[in-house]
């Protein structure tokens, strides 16, 4: 019987965050169905190892209203890298999902 071709995911936030036990979750199960599961980093996605860009909660950085400069800054920072990631995924022809858990933010 031939082996199923593993799927290589970049995965944001990955298996190793601690915010929410969901994506561990959910990434051991997909580990066990021929699928490699990477937690995101700036390096990760500049080299583009991967076949699938998977984001989770990619509002979760930003700041309440009222909130100083700078962590207004590391949320425009935050947005930034999402769009270069999902950018350089497209450009890359590789493929982006965005699972959207919730119709609002918490």
Do not use: C
């Not at 561990?24 to 199960?29: H, N, S, V």
């Not at 997909?30 to 699938?52: E, K, N, W, Y």
């Not at 400069?69 to 493929?95: E, F, N, P």
């Amino acid at each position: 019987m031939a082996e199923r071709p593993v799927i290589r995911v970049l995965a944001w936030p990955g298996p190793s965050a601690r915010q929410n036990p969901y994506n561990r979750l959910l990434y051991t199960a997909m580990s066990g169905q021929s699928a490699a599961i990477t937690d995101f980093s700036t390096a990760r996605l500049l080299r583009g190892r991967f076949d699938l860009l998977h984001l989770h909660w990619p509002n979760f950085r930003l700041p309440p209203r009222g909130a100083s400069w700078k962590d207004q800054l590391v949320a425009l920072h935050a947005a930034a890298i999402v769009m270069l990631a999902l950018l350089l995924s497209r450009l890359r022809g590789q493929t982006s999902i965005w699972t959207i858990h919730n119709l609002q933010s918490h």
